[in-house]
Each structure stands twice: as structure tokens, then as C-alpha cells.
């Protein structure tokens, strides 16, 4: 069992910064890829990008390719995401979840990949 609890988000302006932490309980935290994904209002929740057990691996979204940087400390059983240059589209609830494999390409969209989920934390990006 991995419970997990997202932190860090909140209301910036267009072109700044936040930074997303998924912090995870379990001592086998260290054995799981991590992805995070988001959900904005009226939509489906959609892939932003993943990583894999070591932090060796990671896919990202066209959308958030290159702004975007995931990333994964094991010693302290938390995943972020660093965001720059955020857009008003990147408005969202964004979550965090645990996958047992790594998947790049349409693996990694699906949400049936991941097992345990966090509550989510809110983005806004004003323009």
C-alpha cells in the first residue's frame, strides 16, 4: 500500500514557476515509477509525464514537453514537478500517481498503469 499526498500548487501568473511535490508513504516507493497527470474543469484527466523507478527514465506530454521537468529522490520517498513557463492552459487539479512498470508512448496515457493515486493539488495560471 502507497499513500500518496501532492503539495505545491497555487495561483501564478503566466510565465512564472511552481514546483509539485508527491510525497509518498511505504517503503517501496523506490520500486515504482511515478506519473502525474491533470485534470481540468469540463475535461478528462490527461498524462503530463512519467518516470521511472531510479529517475533514470522519463516521457513527457507534447503539451508540456521542454517547460516541464519530472523528477524523482527515493531517499526521501518524493517525486516533483518542476514547471516553468506556465500557461493559462496548464490550469488544472494535478495528481500524482504510482505505476509497477514504466511506460513511454500510449502506455503511459492510460490510467489503468497506475495503482495508488493522491488527492490532488490545485494549479491556476492567470494571464
Known amino acids: 500500500q502507497v499513500q500518496l499526498v501532492e503539495s505545491g500548487g497555487g495561483l501564478v501568473q503566466a510565465g512564472g514557476s511552481l514546483r509539485l511535490s508527491c510525497a509518498a508513504s511505504?517503503?517501496?516507493?523506490?520500486?515504482?515509477?511515478v506519473g502525474w497527470f491533470r485534470q481540468a474543469p469540463g475535461k478528462e484527466r490527461e498524462f503530463v509525464a512519467n518516470?521511472?523507478?531510479?529517475?533514470?527514465?522519463?516521457y513527457y506530454a507534447d503539451s508540456v514537453k521542454g517547460r516541464f521537468t519530472i523528477s524523482k529522490d527515493n531517499t526521501k520517498n518524493t517525486a516533483y514537478l518542476q514547471m516553468n513557463s506556465l500557461e493559462p492552459e496548464d490550469t488544472a487539479v494535478y495528481y500524482c500517481?504510482?505505476?509497477?512498470?514504466?511506460?513511454?508512448?500510449?502506455?503511459?496515457?492510460?490510467?489503468?498503469?497506475?495503482?495508488?493515486w493522491g488527492q490532488g493539488t490545485q494549479v491556476t495560471v492567470s494571464s
Open positions: 500517481a504510482t505505476s509497477g512498470g514504466y511506460y513511454s508512448g500510449s502506455g503511459a496515457y492510460s490510467h489503468r498503469n497506475y495503482n495508488y
Open positions: 518516470i521511472n523507478w531510479s529517475g533514470s527514465s522519463s
Open positions: 511505504g517503503r517501496t516507493f523506490s520500486s515504482y515509477a
